[in-house]
């Protein structure tokens, strides 16, 4: 095995950098799985900025 897979270095890391190392995964996952969210909060917030909300009206018809 090359030194280029994750198996690799969960092999071979002892039991702490492992736990180091899947911890950051984590994160990252976490960043992904939300940036999506995160965008259309933005996009959401922009155009409250700009006075595009909808009346109690709009949102109970």
């Known amino acids: 095995m090359d030194g280029n897979t994750l198996e690799f270095y969960l092999e ?3 039991k ?10 984590k ?6 799985k939300y940036k999506t969210l995160r965008k259309e909060i933005e996009e959401r917030r922009q155009e409250v900025l ?3 909300v909808l009346s109690h009206e709009e949102i109970w018809k």
């Open 27 to 32: 994160e990252l996952y976490k960043q992904k």
């Open 50 to 52: 700009k006075g595009e």
């Open 16 to 25: 702490k950098d492992r736990e180091k190392l899947i911890k950051f995964a």
């Open 12 to 14: 071979h890391l002892d």
